[in-house]
């Protein structure tokens, strides 16, 4: 898990891209808030992934909510959404 997903929050989705190299996790917050949070994997760094954005700070009222958001900030996310 991310340096910058609190243990106290839970994952309640994770969506890579086709090359499985990027990823957002959504996760809902002990206060019944959601966020999201974008990572990015490399070879280099042996599979972990690495926040690359600083969404998680912000709250939603809902998973729905970040999940829009999510879709709205991070352009693969958006992209593949165009596609389906």
């Not at 709250?59 to 165009?82: G, I, P």
Request: proline share 4%; net charge negative; with cysteine.
């Amino acid at each position: 898990m991310s340096k910058r997903i609190d243990k106290s929050w839970l994952v309640v989705e994770s969506i890579e891209n086709d090359e499985h190299n990027r990823c957002v996790d959504l996760f809902s917050r002990p206060d019944g808030t959601y966020g999201f949070e974008e990572f990015r994997r490399d070879p280099e760094d042996e599979g972990v992934w690495t926040p690359i954005s600083y969404y998680s700070a912000v709250a939603y009222t809902s998973r729905e909510m970040a999940l829009a958001a999510a879709r709205k900030n991070v352009a693969w996310l958006y992209e593949r959404r165009q596609r389906t």
